[in-house]
């Protein structure tokens, strides 16, 4: 199993996933525009998330709207939404996992249980670290045929925003943790059982006068006075 200085590392980076995946769920700017406006009341910057479009204007406005309808959303939209949502949920499982299976804390069962308990968690990581990389990878993908394909002008073509990195970064974070944590076997133990066994009984009637007379030089009390006695007799 690995040392507890390994699996708390593990755990550090693990935890920097799962807070870097959920900031990046709620970001807005998953894809923003390119287009730079000089008047005054226009805006500079319009933005996309998963949840809200947001538009920050020269003056220094910044104006969000949420997204209600969830029919008029496009598919990879829709599948990004609950990938990130339920990646969120597994890895934090994962973490609860992760705190029962460290070596260094006192609950969580016995030394193979920490371990199996670990190899649990470790999955967990790395599947919140897939359900974090496909959709992001979808979503760029498709902001980038956008981009090339259509004969939009630039006003209205956007670009990968900067909480995709977020969400890349965080995966590589979950992933990590995720494969320190699946080397936590606890393999086989060739050392002393958990439970040590009894010492043999031994019968107090026989044995116990084997060991008396197994010394030639040895002999009961009774012998030697019975021996006196027949000296003085003599």
């Given at each position: 199993?690995?040392?507890?200085?390994?699996?708390?590392?593990?755990?550090?980076?693990?935890?920097?996933?799962?807070?870097?995946?959920?900031?990046?769920?709620l970001?807005?700017?998953?894809?923003?525009?390119?287009?730079?406006?000089?008047?005054?009341?226009?805006?500079?910057?319009?933005?996309?998330?998963?949840?809200?479009?947001?538009?920050?204007?020269?003056?220094?406005?910044?104006?969000?709207?949420?997204?209600?309808?969830?029919?008029?959303?496009?598919?990879?939209?829709?599948?990004?939404?609950?990938?990130m949502?339920?990646?969120?949920?597994?890895?934090?499982?994962g973490?609860?996992?992760?705190?029962?299976?460290?070596?260094?804390?006192?609950w969580?069962?016995?030394?193979?249980a920490?371990?199996?308990?670990?190899?649990?968690?470790?999955?967990?990581?790395?599947?919140?670290?897939?359900?974090?990389?496909?959709?992001?990878?979808?979503?760029?993908?498709?902001?980038?045929?956008?981009?090339?394909?259509?004969d939009?002008?630039?006003s209205?073509?956007?670009q990968?925003?900067?909480?995709?990195?977020?969400?890349?970064?965080?995966?590589?974070?979950?992933?990590?943790?995720?494969?320190?944590?699946c080397?936590?076997?606890?393999?086989?133990?060739t050392?002393?059982?958990?439970?040590?066994?009894?010492?043999?009984?031994?019968?107090?009637?026989?044995?116990?006068?084997q060991?008396?007379?197994?010394?030639?030089?040895?002999?009961?009390?009774?012998?030697?006075?019975?021996?006196?006695s027949?000296?003085?007799?003599?």
């Open positions: 199993m690995l040392s507890a200085a390994i699996q708390i590392l593990a755990f550090a980076l693990a935890l920097l996933g799962v807070l870097g995946t959920t900031v990046a769920t970001l807005p700017n998953w894809k923003v525009s390119i287009n730079a406006w000089s008047s005054v009341m226009t805006p500079i910057s319009q933005m996309q998330g998963l949840w809200m479009d947001c538009v920050w204007y020269s003056s220094g406005v910044f104006s969000c709207t949420m997204k209600n309808s969830m029919l008029s959303l496009p598919a990879y939209l829709q599948t990004t939404r609950a990938a949502v339920l990646s969120c949920l597994v890895a934090a499982f973490l609860c996992l992760a705190s029962l299976g460290l070596k260094c804390t006192r969580g069962g016995s030394h193979r920490k371990g199996h308990t670990a190899i649990a968690a470790g999955g967990c990581f790395v599947l919140a670290s897939f359900l974090c990389l496909v959709p992001a990878s979808w979503f760029t993908n498709e902001v980038i045929t956008a981009f090339l394909t259509t939009l002008p630039d209205s073509k956007y990968p925003g900067g909480a995709l990195c977020v969400t890349f970064i965080s995966a590589g974070f979950l992933l990590a943790g995720g494969v320190i944590f080397l936590s076997c606890p393999g086989k133990r050392g002393r059982p958990d439970y040590d066994s009894p010492p043999p009984q031994e019968k107090p009637g026989q044995d116990q006068e060991k008396v007379y197994s010394s030639p030089s040895k002999l009961p009390p009774k012998d030697i006075k019975d021996s006196y027949l000296q003085e007799y003599v």
